[in-house]
């Protein structure tokens, strides 16, 4: 393990962490909310950390798949810890054990909180609180190689481990010229809608914040009632939309900009991603509508909203989703599991994922029923590598074991059976809400400390694809 070269990467990111805070800093100046001390003073303490970890100049360049995987994984811890000084700081959460968890729920796009007055924050760590969405959506680490394009080489290995999906492909040579390309589309997407809502008459405040929490696929807000504060059809499909926009694979968006329609259209988890979300939005729609006077169209935009939150593990609520039919819950909670595209900003198993294990069930009863038959798994019309199946495959059991062993740690507590499985889908799909004491009008602030830290824990696994996380426990990851 190349140490050295670990700490001098890490100092980067650390870095960038530290510069972001001067958004919030500004937002706080102008808007004089009174948190501007708390967010300077954490700024300078993540610009020093960072600064004396970049010092530390490695003896070689060499950058193998095990060092990218380290560094992902410390660089998301050190920043998160670091990214909760700003509340800790300030007096509103004093305890650093929920500073944590608040940030790390930020920063892994994931809205789950301890705030129980969320309102009570000034309006300065409630930016900083929503631009952790933003900057985490596309990965910390992504941004810092846009940014810095020499942090390292062979930084590839940096992207596949913290980009979300089975594989992670370049779109151009050159892998920061890939990372400023997803960003200048992740960019101009975000401007779009904060426009829109501009135009639904929200102010450039909130009109930022809750782009932050949608681009981002994070869900934090500035009220309690979320989205449904606003009380506006234009905003709820404005919102919904632009969620379903951020679920899709971005390298898609690249296609379009390339007028390669083929490459675009032709993609199967596209069409599997917009299928599932429009058609349970449809099922949840005529299930719910005699809450909403019979009528279809009132209760498509509230499914259709909240279908587009819990598949892009969004969080974000324009109805209380706990009290919907329990077919309905099902269907969320499935959605929940399933997720968005891989290369997205959303979490969850993906589509992809989704698609290769059924294709593989598939030719396991083919080649049950014909022994000698010769059978492929196929997608976009390739034949997909063996490797990248057991990978999907590992995936999914390592996914549902850290699953049962986390909800059997945080049952500890005492709460019901459907506040604790779903807390830990909720976490481990960086979603937010779940249902129970979790649901949308609740929170996470009655767990205790050691059920934080295994969510806080699971935020982290699920947003970095279990992987990297796995790896920092492995002896064999730090032999020469």
């Known amino acids: 393990m190349n140490k050295r070269l670990l700490c001098h990467i890490i100092g980067n990111v650390v870095r960038v962490c530290g510069a972001l805070m001067a958004l919030p800093i500004i937002v706080s100046l102008i808007l004089r909310s009174g948190d501007t001390m708390p967010l300077v003073l954490s700024m300078l303490i993540a610009l020093a950390v960072g600064t004396a970890l970049a010092l530390i100049q490695p003896r070689r360049d060499t950058l193998r798949a095990r060092e990218?995987?380290?560094?992902?994984?410390?660089?998301?811890?050190?920043?998160s810890f670091l990214g909760g000084l700003p509340f800790y700081f300030s007096g509103y959460v004093p305890s650093l054990v929920d500073c944590f968890f608040e940030t790390v729920s930020g920063f892994t796009t994931t809205g789950a909180t301890i705030l129980t007055d969320v309102e009570a924050l000034p309006k300065g760590l409630l930016f900083w609180r929503s631009f952790t969405h933003w900057a985490g959506g596309m990965g910390v680490l992504v941004l810092s190689l846009a940014l810095i394009p020499k942090m390292g080489a062979r930084s590839i290995h940096l992207m596949r481990a913290e980009s979300p999906g089975p594989s992670t492909d370049k779109l151009v040579p050159r892998v920061a010229?890939?990372?400023?390309?997803?960003?200048?589309?992740?960019?101009?997407?975000?401007?779009?809608?904060?426009?829109?809502?501009?135009?639904c008459g929200m102010d450039l405040y909130d009109a930022l914040v809750h782009m932050f929490g949608a681009a981002g696929t994070g869900g934090f807000g500035t009220y309690a009632d979320s989205i449904a504060h606003f009380n506006s059809a234009a905003v709820d499909i404005v919102v919904g939309v632009f969620m379903a926009l951020f679920g899709v694979n971005f390298s898609i968006y690249y296609f379009l900009i390339r007028r390669n329609w083929k490459a675009a259209f032709g993609n199967s988890e596209l069409r599997w991603y917009l299928g599932i979300l429009l058609s349970v939005s449809c099922i949840i729609a005529v299930n719910i509508m005699p809450m909403y006077g019979g009528n279809f169209?009132?209760?498509?935009?509230?499914s259709f909203f909240?279908?587009?939150?819990?598949?892009?593990?969004?969080?974000?609520a324009t109805a209380d989703f706990d009290l919907w039919p329990q077919l309905s819950r099902v269907?969320?909670?499935?959605?929940?599991?399933?997720?968005?595209?891989?290369?997205?900003?959303?979490?969850?198993?993906?589509?992809?994922r989704v698609q290769l294990l059924l294709k593989s069930m598939v030719r396991d009863i083919r080649r049950t029923v014909h022994p000698?038959?010769?059978?492929?798994?196929?997608?976009?019309?390739?034949?997909?590598?063996?490797?990248?199946?057991?990978?999907v495959q590992g995936f999914f059991f390592a996914y549902f074991l850290i699953l049962i062993l986390a909800t059997v740690v945080v049952s500890l507590d005492g709460f019901s059976f459907e506040t604790n499985f779903t807390a830990v889908i909720a976490t481990l799909s960086n979603i937010g809400p779940g249902l129970g004491m979790v649901g949308p009008t609740g929170n996470f602030a009655a767990f205790s400390d050691v059920s934080k830290l295994v969510l806080s824990?699971?935020?982290?696994?699920?947003?970095?694809?279990?992987?990297?996380?796995?790896?920092?426990?492995?002896?064999?990851?730090?032999?020469?």
């Open 306 to 316: 909240q279908c587009s939150s819990i598949m892009t593990t969004t969080g974000y």
């Open 68 to 79: 990218g995987f380290a560094i992902v994984a410390f660089s998301w811890i050190i920043v």
């Open 372 to 391: 000698k038959s010769v059978n492929t798994v196929k997608l976009d019309g390739h034949t997909v590598d063996e490797s990248i199946l057991s990978g």
């Open 177 to 199: 010229n890939n990372a400023k390309i997803l960003y200048e589309i992740y960019v101009a997407i975000s401007l779009f809608m904060v426009a829109a809502l501009l135009f």
């Open 331 to 352: 269907l969320l909670v499935t959605l929940m599991f399933i997720g968005a595209s891989a290369g997205s900003t959303g979490g969850g198993l993906k589509v992809v």
């Open 457 to 480: 824990l699971c935020m982290l696994i699920g947003r970095l694809e279990i992987f990297p996380v796995l790896m920092l426990v492995s002896p064999s990851a730090w032999r020469k």
């Open 297 to 302: 169209f009132t209760s498509l935009r509230y």
